[in-house]
């Protein structure tokens, strides 16, 4: 069985000398000395000052969202994971859809401002599968009309625009280290702020919003534990090693596809992929399902990502139409990728797609 993608695991005994460490303090959580050894290594890492390990990659969205000075609409993608909306609807907020770039699958910069009215608060966009969104065009929109800008980066992990981490644009970027993604401590997530202002409020906000008998605002536990921060220990050094391997993966899947019936994301110019996903969008529905089918009979799961374009979620009334993302969504699939994924199974998957083409 090939599992769209399968948790990477670093040396057992590696973390366990990390557990050990943790019993002989007997101290599991509350922003322990491994959650914060874990913090610095990140901020190393993407070269950013402000950032909050937290409890997953949705709390972190709320959180973003908490710091608005009130519910309102937020400018939003339909081509996502269901997270990104979920948070407005939870946050008491409204989701205003604005349909992607055909190319990027990213959010339409064009079409951002025929959105925007005196309720607007916000835009929180998604860097779909490590593509980034355009992000200077959506700075001046924000700036011109007084918007924040958050960016959920749960993709964006380990890339790069222009040479700077993805995940140090916006005002807020967010990201998820959940057990699939391409960095994971097992269950995670991380704020990234980009103005100091937030330092103080962010660590609050993460931790009931209080500082000892001091109360100052709602806050919500936004924490992680040790126990975590140690999975991160282990693998964050990992980083390159593991993207590197996956884009040996996603080469071979490039050279080996038959692009005659095939489209895949632009990836925008400047960008340095993490090569975090492998997506290829279909002529038609009836292509895509038939190839899935085909997979799934050969014990091979792809998966529909995204699927329903964010808009149709049955919960949702009114929401806008967005005919090129609910398009692609039809379309597109994720073939299996991850950095241990054997040469041989990607020919195999790739000569299955072919064949069906
Ligand atoms: C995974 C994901 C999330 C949610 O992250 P969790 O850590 O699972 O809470 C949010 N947005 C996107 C785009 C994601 O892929």
């Known amino acids: 069985m090939i599992n769209v993608t399968k948790t990477y695991l670093p040396d057992f005994d590696q973390y366990v000398s990390y557990l050990r460490k943790i019993w002989d303090k007997s101290l599991l959580t509350?922003?322990?000395?491994?959650?914060?050894?874990?913090?610095?290594?990140?901020?190393?890492?993407?070269?950013?000052?402000?950032?909050?390990?937290?409890?997953?990659?949705?709390?972190?969205?709320?959180?973003?969202?908490?710091?608005?000075?009130?519910?309102?609409?937020?400018?939003?993608?339909?081509?996502?994971?269901?997270?990104?909306?979920?948070?407005?609807?939870?946050?008491?907020?409204t989701p205003v859809f604005v349909d992607i770039d055909s190319h990027t699958y990213c959010i339409n910069p064009d079409l951002i401002e025929a959105a925007i009215t005196e309720r607007t608060r916000a835009i929180l966009a998604t860097h779909v599968y490590g593509n980034a969104c355009d992000v200077e065009a959506i700075e001046k929109i924000?700036?011109?009309?007084?918007?924040i800008v958050i960016y959920d980066g749960a993709h964006a992990f380990g890339a790069t625009l222009n040479g700077r981490s993805l995940l140090s644009y916006g005002d807020f970027s967010t990201c998820s280290f959940h057990a699939t993604k391409l960095f994971h401590t097992v269950e995670g997530g991380a704020i990234i702020a980009n103005d100091a202002k937030w330092h103080d409020k962010l660590h609050l906000l993460r931790a009931f919003g209080h500082r000892g008998d001091d109360y100052y605002f709602v806050g919500i536990n936004g924490k992680n534990s040790e126990v975590h921060a140690a999975m991160g220990l282990c693998n964050l050094p990992l980083v390159p090693q593991l993207i590197a391997a996956r884009k040996a993966v996603c080469d071979l899947y490039t050279e080996l596809l038959d692009w005659n019936h095939l489209e895949a994301p632009q990836w925008v110019e400047g960008l340095g992929r993490n090569y975090a996903y492998y997506p290829v969008v279909f002529e038609s529905e009836t292509k895509t399902l038939e190839v899935r089918d085909f997979l799934v009979k050969n014990e091979i799961t792809p998966r529909r990502y995204f699927y329903p374009s964010l808009n149709k979620l049955p919960f949702l009334k009114d929401a806008e139409s967005c005919p090129v993302s609910e398009d692609i969504s039809l379309r597109v699939l994720c073939l299996p990728l991850h950095a241990e994924l054997p040469h041989e199974d990607v020919r195999r998957i790739s000569e299955l797609i072919n064949q069906i083409l």
């Open 30 to 93: 509350n922003n322990g000395p491994l959650a914060q050894e874990l913090e610095q290594g990140l901020k190393e890492y993407l070269n950013v000052d402000h950032l909050y390990f937290c409890g997953n990659g949705t709390i972190v969205l709320q959180m973003a969202l908490k710091l608005l000075d009130e519910p309102g609409e937020i400018i939003t993608t339909p081509f996502s994971y269901v997270a990104t909306t979920n948070v407005i609807l939870w946050e008491n907020s």
């Open 142 to 147: 924000a700036k011109k009309h007084n918007l």
